[in-house]
């Protein structure tokens, strides 16, 4: 049976001046999988995950999420819709605590207004509760609670890179675009973040679409992968096919091993 597509992209388009950054790109998302997205640098993923997330607008094309279209709706809005992304490059708080971070995305979820939290209400009081619980929680899962007091820039840059994650994971949301999170780890580190992500999957039932050009975190972690190469879609499939396509081996893996 085919199973439900939680985000579908239409022909999705990305003009910058001179360069066609995604072009008249299709491809779906399987609810409740873990959906990889590969290809050289400059192939034009993380302009697909900003597209996703709002912080850009396409040139041309759809993008549907669970039936609504998203690519003409503001950051926000595609946000509290239950789409949440990492950045290639940390957005952290380097001096806030590590606890503080998350609950900065965390009071998303758990809204109180200016007033109730001026007079201290019982609600306001509740709020925050519920608040610190989730961000404790998360960060929890993500195995960096030991640092919750912690400054945030203080952290390992891979514990941090798990700290971008927390945040997303305090929106609780349905899909989860991470660009490039095991980034800048050594083997040890993306291996032990792999598990940690399929652990998230098995618990929250979270989608998510991972860009990552770490090979072994990509090929154990997906169901199903999408190959770029210039904007363009180069190949589909489930591990095993991608491992043997030999266009992708030539423009992917091969540049793989000449950057290894
Ligand atoms: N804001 C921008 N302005 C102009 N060109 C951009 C911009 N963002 C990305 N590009 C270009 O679009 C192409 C795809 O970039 P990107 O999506 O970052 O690729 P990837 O994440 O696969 O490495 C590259 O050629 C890049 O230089
Ligand atoms: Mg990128």
Do not use: W
Not at 19 to 44: C, E, H, Q, W, Y
Not at 199 to 210: A, D, H, S, V, W
């Amino acid at each position: 049976m085919e199973r439900e597509k939680i985000l579908a992209l239409h022909g999705l388009t990305m003009k910058y001046k001179s360069v066609v950054a995604v072009d008249n790109l299709s491809f779906a998302i399987d609810k409740g999988s873990i959906t990889g997205l590969i290809g050289t640098n400059g192939a034009g993923k993380s302009t697909v995950v900003n597209l996703i997330s709002g912080s850009g607008k396409p040139t041309s094309g759809e993008i549907l999420f669970k039936g609504t279209h998203l690519e003409k709706l503001p950051a926000d809005r595609i946000a509290r819709l239950g789409v949440a992304r990492t950045f290639q490059n940390l957005r952290i708080f380097g001096k806030l605590s590590v606890l503080d971070n998350v609950r900065i995305a965390a009071q998303a979820r758990h809204p109180y207004n200016f007033v109730q939290m001026s007079l201290g209400t019982r609600h306001y009081r509740e709020q925050e509760c519920a608040v610190t619980e989730t961000a404790r929680d998360v960060l929890r899962r993500l195995k960096i609670d030991q640092y919750a007091e912690a400054q945030a820039g203080s952290l390992s840059y891979g514990h941090q890179r798990r700290l971008e994650i927390a945040r997303c994971l305090a929106l609780n949301p349905e899909l989860l675009l991470l660009d490039e999170p095991a980034a800048g780890m050594n083997p040890n580190e993306s291996a032990e973040l792999a598990r940690d992500i399929r652990q998230i999957r098995k618990e929250t039932g979270t989608t998510i679409l991972l860009v990552e050009h770490d090979m072994s975190v990509v090929m154990s972690l997906c169901e199903y992968i999408y190959v770029m190469d210039f904007g363009i879609l180069l190949g589909e499939g489930e591990p095993d096919t991608i491992r043997s396509n030999p266009e992708v081996i030539r423009a992917y893996l091969g540049a793989e091993r000449k950057y290894a």
